[in-house]
């Protein structure tokens, strides 16, 4: 049924092959070593309009874009509304005769519709004798607006530190005024450097972007620095984003696109939503995480990255949708789409893309992202066989219901689990993108990080973060494990996981309940701190519903008996499944086992009639039994007791089960505990009166 429904969502997924990219055989998308990326183009048809026309000038070995309206050499170009160009430097020398020579004089930048990035460029003053001034002014030319004056003095080079520019040699000062459209500058000098020319023949003074310009002691008498980088805004008109939205030419095009008023309040900017990347000046220009990682995936096995963007460009639409249930309908869309691709003859295309090559700037989206990197890295099948030795037995580290998790090492000698789903027939698919969909949205320290995926199997593959040491089933249940767990340890693991399950039921975007909550998914690491894992049957659940009918999943032993019954889940299920877990570390008995007495098979019924009959101390493991923790044992296990009510709705929420073992483990009086308290006591009450949201 689901699959289904994905079927249906899919086919309501807009995918129009419209043209992107404004038809021009002129057009080109790079020049030299700079993209450009639409609204800024080369031609009057591929551009959005006149402010931002490139000219390509090819009459050098490297080919230079210059930005037309104003002559002036483009370095780069950013979606984010920043542009570099080059500007030249001022710069005031002398011969041993104190006459001028090779002095340029004023230097003078004039923008037609672009400003002068405030705060991220800097006017710089360099010289023994030299005074450097700098005028501003914004729209209206006649009216000076803005005005900087530095200075600095110095009789002999042992005055001038080597590296620090602060007013001996080097003085500096940051341009914080905003939207400035010209500005003219110069170096002149007191003495004509008569009394440090030895040292110092030159004075300079520029404009250059704060990061890109460091002084050394060498510049004062060997600056030869022509041109120093210089940080522009750029921004689409000159209206607000209120009063251009209902325009025609509004530049805003793609769907899920937001608009923005520029820093300087003239003109605006575009930005894809959050969920989504690409270009928000181009129609179909904003695609989902999930589908824009797929497609770099598709194009980067067959050796290029950027002739993917031409491609969604051109090709492919938009898989229009919300960022979470939307982004496991994306992600099964671009399947097909990519299905789609191969059919047509990818290669030809992508040879025929490549000269165009405007789809640098999604590599470098990308490349900025690194949310996106971090959380949603794609292995090659290679990398992965490679880190398995070729998927070798050796490797198990686990198999269950949905798979197989094999221990990797990759090639940075960093230790994954890289678990490979079982196909069977459609539904593992489904699952494999909802896990993916689930754990990307997730960073939580008690819950296994996802790292990446593989898709180029027919079985995609995941790689989770490997958690060192086994299960929390593994150490309370198999006698050859070495050390007992204490209880102290046990009541942190306990509480670590509700922390999890309660962040997963209550702080994420959109609720999740894990479905399948037991002793064998809590996995611990070298410090013994709990991870939950295996979200293979987690379910995201929409914000306005409270329960969803679902086909009954999980494990005997742990399945909450309303949700047998009923199909219904709701978080209070995953309540129950932790209730058996807690019974499991108060017993160190495991949740089934048929080598037990009938009426004592099932551990949570059993544990449930021991404590209404008054006999909680017999099913307790004795060895966690001593005088300072009784109290601590007898609530946890009135605790585990609420959490097994047969009635969904009288059992507790998983978050104040979280509060309540976080209540209870602060009644610990272990002395090597104590340092524990203040922070953990800061953290509760933080927790009582912050919102909704809980931090662990
Ligand atoms: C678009 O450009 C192609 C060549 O690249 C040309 O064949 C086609 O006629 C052009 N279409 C329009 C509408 O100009
Ligand atoms: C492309 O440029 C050539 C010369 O540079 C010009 O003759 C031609 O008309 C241009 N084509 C288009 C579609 O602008
Ligand atoms: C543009 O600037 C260069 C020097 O940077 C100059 O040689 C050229 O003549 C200028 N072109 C125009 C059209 O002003
Ligand atoms: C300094 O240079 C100026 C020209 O910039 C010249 O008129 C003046 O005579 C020079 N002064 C000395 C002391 O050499
Ligand atoms: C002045 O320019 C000439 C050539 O343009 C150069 O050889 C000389 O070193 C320059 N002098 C100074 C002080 O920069
Ligand atoms: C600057 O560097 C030079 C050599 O690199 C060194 O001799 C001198 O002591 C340094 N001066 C300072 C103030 O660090
Ligand atoms: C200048 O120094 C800063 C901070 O140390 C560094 O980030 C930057 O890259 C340096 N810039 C250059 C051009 O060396
Ligand atoms: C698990 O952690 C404990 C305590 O840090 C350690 O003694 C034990 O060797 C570890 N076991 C494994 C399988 O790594
Ligand atoms: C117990 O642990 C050992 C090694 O840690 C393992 O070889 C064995 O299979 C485990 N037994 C069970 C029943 O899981
Ligand atoms: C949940 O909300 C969506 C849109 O916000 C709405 O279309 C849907 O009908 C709602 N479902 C229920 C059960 O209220």
């Given at each position: 049924?689901?699959?289904?429904?994905?079927?249906?969502?899919?086919?309501?997924?807009?995918?129009?092959?419209?043209?992107?990219?404004?038809?021009?055989?002129?057009?080109?998308?790079?020049?030299?070593?700079?993209?450009?990326?639409?609204?800024?183009?080369?031609?009057?048809?591929?551009?959005?309009?006149?402010?931002?026309?490139?000219?390509?000038?090819?009459?050098?070995?490297?080919?230079?874009?210059?930005?037309?309206?104003?002559?002036?050499?483009?370095?780069?170009?950013?979606?984010?509304?920043?542009?570099?160009?080059?500007?030249?430097?001022?710069?005031?020398?002398?011969?041993?005769?104190?006459?001028?020579?090779?002095?340029?004089?004023?230097?003078?930048?004039?923008?037609?519709?672009?400003?002068?990035?405030?705060?991220?460029?800097?006017?710089?003053?360099?010289?023994?004798?030299?005074?450097?001034?700098?005028?501003?002014?914004?729209?209206?030319?006649?009216?000076?607006?803005?005005?900087?004056?530095?200075?600095?003095?110095?009789?002999?080079?042992?005055?001038?530190?080597?590296?620090?520019?602060?007013?001996?040699?080097?003085?500096?000062?940051?341009?914080?005024?905003?939207?400035?459209?010209?500005?003219?500058?110069?170096?002149?000098?007191?003495?004509?450097?008569?009394?440090?020319?030895?040292?110092?023949?030159?004075?300079?003074?520029?404009?250059?972007?704060?990061?890109?310009?460091?002084?050394?002691?060498?510049?004062?008498?060997?600056?030869?620095?022509?041109?120093?980088?210089?940080?522009?805004?750029?921004?689409?008109?000159?209206?607000?984003?209120?009063?251009?939205?209902?325009?025609?030419?509004?530049?805003?095009?793609?769907?899920?696109?937001?608009?923005?008023?520029?820093?300087?309040?003239?003109?605006?900017?575009?930005?894809?939503?959050?969920?989504?990347?690409?270009?928000?000046?181009?129609?179909?220009?904003?695609?989902?995480?999930?589908?824009?990682?797929?497609?770099?995936?598709?194009?980067?096995?067959?050796?290029?990255?950027?002739?993917?963007?031409?491609?969604?460009?051109?090709?492919?639409?938009?898989?229009?949708?919300?960022?979470?249930?939307?982004?496991?309908?994306?992600?099964?869309?671009?399947?097909?789409?990519?299905?789609?691709?191969?059919?047509?003859?990818?290669?030809?295309?992508?040879?025929?893309?490549?000269?165009?090559?405007?789809?640098?700037?999604?590599?470098?989206?990308?490349?900025?992202?690194?949310?996106?990197?971090?959380?949603?890295?794609?292995?090659?099948?290679?990398?992965?066989?490679?880190?398995?030795?070729?998927?070798?037995?050796?490797?198990?580290?686990?198999?269950?219901?949905?798979?197989?998790?094999?221990?990797?090492?990759?090639?940075?000698?960093?230790?994954?689990?890289?678990?490979?789903?079982?196909?069977?027939?459609?539904?593992?698919?489904?699952?494999?993108?909802?896990?993916?969909?689930?754990?990307?949205?997730?960073?939580?320290?008690?819950?296994?990080?996802?790292?990446?995926?593989?898709?180029?199997?027919?079985?995609?593959?995941?790689?989770?973060?490997?958690?060192?040491?086994?299960?929390?089933?593994?150490?309370?249940?198999?006698?050859?494990?070495?050390?007992?767990?204490?209880?102290?340890?046990?009541?942190?693991?306990?509480?670590?996981?509700?922390?999890?399950?309660?962040?997963?039921?209550?702080?994420?975007?959109?609720?999740?309940?894990?479905?399948?909550?037991?002793?064998?998914?809590?996995?611990?690491?070298?410090?013994?701190?709990?991870?939950?894992?295996?979200?293979?049957?987690?379910?995201?659940?929409?914000?306005?519903?409270?329960?969803?009918?679902?086909?009954?999943?999980?494990?005997l032993g742990?399945?909450?008996?309303?949700?047998?019954?009923?199909?219904?889940?709701?978080?209070?299920?995953?309540?129950?499944?932790?209730?058996?877990?807690?019974?499991?570390?108060?017993?160190?008995?495991k949740a089934l086992s048929f080598e037990r007495p009938e009426n004592e098979r099932n551990l949570a019924t059993h544990?449930?009639?021991?404590?209404?009959?008054?006999?909680?101390?017999?099913?307790?493991?004795?060895?966690?039994?001593?005088?300072?923790?009784?109290?601590?044992?007898?609530?946890?296990?009135?605790?585990?007791?609420?959490?097994?009510?047969?009635?969904?709705?009288?059992?507790?929420?998983?978050?104040?089960?979280?509060?309540?073992?976080?209540?209870?483990?602060?009644?610990?009086?272990?002395?090597?505990?104590?340092?524990?308290?203040?922070?953990?006591?800061?953290?509760?009450?933080?927790?009582?009166?912050?919102?909704?949201?809980?931090?662990?």
């Amino acid at each position: 049924m689901l699959v289904q429904q994905f079927l249906v969502y899919l086919l309501t997924a807009k995918v129009a092959s419209q043209s992107q990219d404004p038809n021009s055989s002129n057009c080109t998308r790079k020049c030299g070593s700079v993209s450009i990326p639409y609204p800024f183009g080369t031609t009057a048809d591929c551009s959005l309009d006149d402010p931002f026309l490139i000219t390509c000038d090819q009459s050098s070995s490297t080919p230079t874009p210059l930005l037309q309206a104003d002559n002036k050499t483009v370095l780069d170009i950013s979606l984010d509304g920043e542009l570099r160009i080059s500007h030249t430097t001022s710069q005031d020398c002398y011969d041993d005769r104190g006459q001028p020579t090779n002095s340029s004089s004023y230097s003078m930048l004039q923008l037609s519709h672009f400003s002068i990035s405030s705060g991220r460029n800097k006017f710089v003053q360099l010289g023994c004798d030299t005074n450097a001034d700098l005028f501003g002014w914004h729209l209206q030319p006649d009216r000076l607006t803005y005005y900087i004056g530095i200075s600095s003095f110095c009789i002999s080079a042992d005055q001038v530190p080597n590296k620090s520019c602060n007013g001996f040699g080097c003085s500096e000062k940051i341009i914080s005024e905003g939207g400035l459209r010209a500005i003219l500058f110069n170096a002149d000098s007191m003495k004509n450097h008569t009394e440090v020319r030895d040292f110092n023949p030159c004075g300079h003074a520029f404009v250059v972007e704060d990061k890109a310009y460091n002084f050394s002691f060498t510049d004062l008498s060997d600056f030869n620095r022509k041109t120093v980088p210089i940080v522009l805004d750029w921004a689409v008109g000159d209206q607000t984003c209120q009063e251009a939205k209902p325009g025609v030419g509004f530049a805003c095009k793609a769907e899920h696109s937001e608009c923005f008023d520029a820093k300087n309040g003239i003109g605006y900017l575009c930005k894809c939503s959050s969920g989504f990347r690409g270009n928000p000046y181009l129609l179909l220009g904003c695609v989902g995480i999930v589908a824009f990682t797929f497609l770099l995936h598709s194009c980067s096995t067959a050796t290029n990255i950027l002739n993917c963007g031409i491609l969604l460009q051109r090709h492919y639409s938009v898989f229009s949708a919300g960022v979470t249930i939307c982004l496991l309908i994306l992600l099964v869309g671009s399947v097909f789409v990519y299905l789609e691709l191969k059919k047509r003859k990818l290669i030809a295309f992508r040879k025929q893309a490549f000269q165009k090559n405007g789809g640098i700037l999604l590599q470098q989206q990308i490349a900025k992202d690194k949310d996106l990197v971090e959380t949603a890295k794609i292995f090659t099948e290679k990398e992965l066989r490679k880190a398995t030795n070729n998927f070798d037995e050796s490797m198990v580290l686990g198999q269950g219901g949905t798979g197989t998790v094999y221990r990797g090492v990759l090639s940075d000698n960093k230790v994954v689990a890289i678990k490979k789903s079982k196909i069977v027939d459609q539904k593992p698919v489904v699952q494999f993108i909802n896990e993916v969909i689930v754990l990307s949205q997730i960073n939580h320290r008690n819950v296994v990080k996802l790292l990446g995926c593989c898709l180029e199997t027919q079985v995609p593959l995941l790689v989770y973060e490997f958690v060192t040491n086994g299960t929390l089933s593994d150490h309370l249940h198999n006698e050859s494990q070495s050390c007992q767990l204490s209880w102290t340890i046990r009541l942190r693991v306990a509480t670590e996981t509700a922390g999890a399950l309660a962040y997963l039921h209550s702080a994420t975007s959109t609720p999740i309940i894990h479905r399948d909550v037991k002793t064998t998914n809590i996995l611990l690491d070298d410090n013994l701190i709990a991870k939950v894992s295996d979200f293979g049957a987690s379910k995201l659940v929409p914000l306005n519903k409270t329960q969803v009918t679902t086909l009954v999943q999980g494990t005997l032993g742990y399945l909450d008996p309303e949700y047998f019954q009923t199909s219904k889940l709701t978080e209070k299920s995953d309540v129950y499944s932790f209730g058996v877990v807690l019974t499991e570390l108060l017993t160190s008995k495991k949740a089934l086992s048929f080598e037990r007495p009938e009426n004592e098979r099932n551990l949570a019924t059993h544990f449930v009639s021991s404590i209404r009959e008054g006999c909680l101390l017999q099913i307790l493991d004795n060895s966690l039994v001593n005088h300072k923790n009784t109290r601590q044992l007898k609530e946890v296990a009135n605790l585990a007791e609420e959490c097994l009510r047969v009635k969904g709705e009288e059992r507790p929420t998983m978050k104040e089960v979280a509060l309540e073992l976080e209540r209870i483990r602060i009644m610990d009086t272990d002395p090597w505990e104590r340092d524990y308290w203040p922070s953990r006591i800061r953290l509760l009450v933080k927790k009582y009166f912050s919102d909704k949201r809980m931090y662990f």
